[in-house]
């Protein structure tokens, strides 16, 4: 697969506790991912953080949250990123829980399969 140097890279930040059938939503959105085809995608966890609700989580031992902040970052061509937007929407109406989702351009520099001996993994 090739990617155009002008991407969009498309960030989630839902919640780690966020659901969908007991299976957590980003890893949901992960795989939705890999099946519509798109280049690729990461989820990272959060150490901190708040949003609309002002609620603050944090992975300070003292007060651990059990729902820390998670982003899921997606990059493809902008008309395969803006498809996938509505997928996500459905998600996370079906999850019931809140979030934020931007689109923000993306230069690729470099591409490319990971090679020789360990490029099974």
Same mark, same amino acid.
């Given at each position: 697969?090739?990617?155009? $140097?002008?991407?969009?890279?498309?960030?989630?930040?839902?919640?780690?506790?966020?659901?969908?059938?007991?299976?957590?939503?980003?890893?949901? +959105?992960?795989?939705?991912?890999?099946?519509? =085809?798109?280049? =690729?995608c990461t989820v990272l966890r959060g +150490?901190?953080?708040? /949003?609309?609700? $002002?609620?603050?989580? $944090?992975?300070?031992? +003292?007060?651990?949250?059990?729902?820390?902040? +998670?982003?899921?970052?997606?990059?493809?061509?902008?008309?395969?990123?803006?498809?996938?937007? =509505?997928?996500?929407?459905?998600?996370?109406?079906?999850?019931?829980? /809140? /979030?934020?989702? $931007?689109?923000?351009?993306?230069?690729?520099?470099?591409?490319?399969?990971?090679?020789?001996?360990?490029?099974? /993994?």
């Amino acid at each position: 697969m090739e990617l155009q $140097t002008e991407s969009k890279l498309l960030r989630i930040f839902i919640g780690e506790m966020d659901k969908i059938a007991h299976q957590p939503l980003y890893e949901v +959105i992960l795989f939705e991912a890999k099946k519509q =085809g798109l280049a =690729g995608c990461t989820v990272l966890r959060g +150490i901190m953080s708040f /949003g609309a609700s $002002t609620l603050v989580h $944090t992975a300070k031992l +003292i007060d651990i949250s059990e729902d820390l902040p +998670i982003v899921v970052e997606i990059v493809d061509q902008e008309e395969k990123i803006n498809a996938f937007i =509505g997928k996500v929407d459905a998600l996370m109406e079906k999850a019931a829980c /809140g /979030g934020l989702i $931007t689109i923000e351009k993306a230069s690729i520099l470099s591409y490319k399969p990971r090679s020789g001996r360990n490029a099974g /993994g």
